[in-house]
């Protein structure tokens, strides 16, 4: 860096477009600098006079800094060039990256079952989305094996779905399972009510009568064998539910000693095709009409993050994309229960109830199928996304399966519709339906974003946008520093990164003070957000 002359040099940053322009202060020009932020080298004594003549010059802002010292000016050139401009308001393009990471799960996707879902949520003290999935994966075991989604000839799928509720502990993951559950709990103690009854009637018999085993809808832990066996006596699917999913992972090679696990087995249960085992152990084929497995539990990031470092979760296989994903940052914490949230439970249980009733009818597996216009629709919009993806060249195994997971969800959808409305067995799936399980999708798509964030480091840009998406979710006036460090933004968890995103926002026009540029000068605990940010995304 050049040296200063007595008055000062000055180091310009032309506002709008940041660029540096080192120059001795007496060759300054009134008005060369209109709305320019410049950085000021200048002494002590000549600093007052300087100051003077870049304001006649038409600067915006000024910033002094002591003669000669080289690392505070290239410090504040470095800052101001980031925030050239932002004051001037905030940036459109990262409120709307903000929109797209801020994004929840529409209102109208589960129809009338949605507020009933967000008062388990607030009851819970659990994300809507940790709840929403739960009530997914349960509906999906329910009706799976009487009901299969057919959109045309040779595409057909079982509404079959998996989901992952990812957070780090505290984040209430247990909570919206156990609450989702607490009907399927209730069937499941009525069907051992029953079973014992039968046992003691047996016993009082002389022992003789064949007592069946008591049936099923929930399971855990078990081996794959165990669970052919029940999937084969129900003739439907049915749910795996694990309070940590680390320990489904863990049971996909502790039963087996093939290289593959049981992976292979459980990839055909998301299926639910058909399926005959032979087993030398067996005295006949165990034939099962519908293998079937809906799944559903939660996992803490790191422990995803494992299972890619050992190869666990992505092996090319598919199992992962199989997954649905939810990673929305936690709930601000509320006082509960809220008065009239036990009216979502209720209902809950009056559609468990009633799609429970349709599994057990002895009727073959019926096809739901598509409209004409739901099909015409759903076929455009396959196609664009497919073509799009390969222009993009972003062809995934993510990407391939989405129209799969969509008819699988547009599925699950109508069997809620017609439950919670008391109405007969859906027949169809209409262009609403479909809607509505498109835009749904999206919203996983990009949950599945932020696991793959988790995963790993990503871009600062990224971390900004979610970190944004945050910040418009809750309209976060004053974000306190140590909780983002905690959670609130995967990715986000030293203070290095937090300080990298805070002045990617900063030059984005998003905050009331600079941050300071310096690693040795701490972060301030609470960092203020423009309200102008909000004024825009709701104008």
Known sequence: MAKTKA?????????????????????????????????????????????????????????????????????????????AGSRAGPSMSLIRAARSCAATIPEDTFGEMGPAIDQMARLSGAPAEF????????ASALISG?????????????????????????????????????????IEREFRRHHDLDAKNAAAAGGKADVPPARRVLVANASIEALQHIVAGERRAMLAGYDELSDWFNSLRRYSKSATGDRGSWLAAHNGFPLTIDRRNLKEPLRIDHWGVALAGGIPPSVLASLVDSAELESGDGLDVRLFYFMP????????????????????????????????????EAALKFTPAAREKFESW????????????????????????????????????????????????????????????????R?????????????????????????????????????????????????????????????????????????????????????????????
Request: charged share 25%.
């Open 146 to 186: 009487r009901f299969r989604v057919y959109v045309r000839p040779e595409f057909e799928v079982a509404p079959i779905i998996w989901t992952a509720s990812v957070g780090d502990a505290s984040t209430n993951k247990s909570p919206a399972g156990s609450i989702v559950l607490k009907p399927i709990h209730a």
């Open 382 to 445: 396959r196609v664009d996304l497919l073509n799009s993806a390969r222009r993009l060249g972003d062809v995934d195994a993510w990407t391939g399966k989405l129209p799969g997971a969509v008819a699988r969800v547009c599925g699950v959808l109508a069997a809620l519709d017609a439950a919670v409305a008391g109405r007969d067995e859906p027949k169809q799936i209409d262009v609403t339906v479909l809607t509505r399980a498109a835009a749904f999708i999206d919203v996983v798509s």
């Open 329 to 364: 940052p936690p709930p601000p914490i509320v006082a509960r229960p809220n008065d009239g949230d036990e009216a979502g439970t209720v209902l809950w249980a009056k559609v468990v109830e009633r799609l429970f009733v349709w599994r057990n009818q002895a009727a073959p």
């Open 447 to 539: 949950h599945r974003q932020k696991v793959q964030l988790a995963r790993g480091v990503g871009s600062t840009e990224r971390l900004t946008a979610e970190l944004a998406g945050y910040i418009l979710r809750y309209k976060v006036l004053a974000l306190d520093t140590f909780e983002a460090r905690r959670g609130v933004v995967p990715g986000i968890r030293t203070d290095r990164a937090l300080r990298q995103v805070l002045n990617e926002l900063d030059a984005a026009g998003w905050l009331e003070e600079a941050i300071p540029l310096r690693r040795d000068e701490p972060l301030p605990p609470i960092v203020h957000i423009r309200k102008a940010v909000f004024e825009v995304t709701h104008g």
């Open 131 to 138: 709840v929403a999935g739960w009530v997914l994966s349960t």
């Open 7 to 83: 008055r000062g040099a000055v180091l310009t940053v032309a506002a709008g477009t940041p660029h540096p322009d080192f120059k001795d202060i007496d060759d300054i020009d009134h008005g060369n600098l209109k709305g320019a932020a410049v950085v000021l080298m200048t002494t002590s004594q000549a600093r007052d006079v300087a100051l003077a003549t870049l304001r006649q010059a038409g600067a915006a802002t000024v910033v002094p800094v002591a003669a000669g010292d080289s690392d505070a000016a290239e410090a504040a050139l470095a800052h101001l060039r980031t925030t």
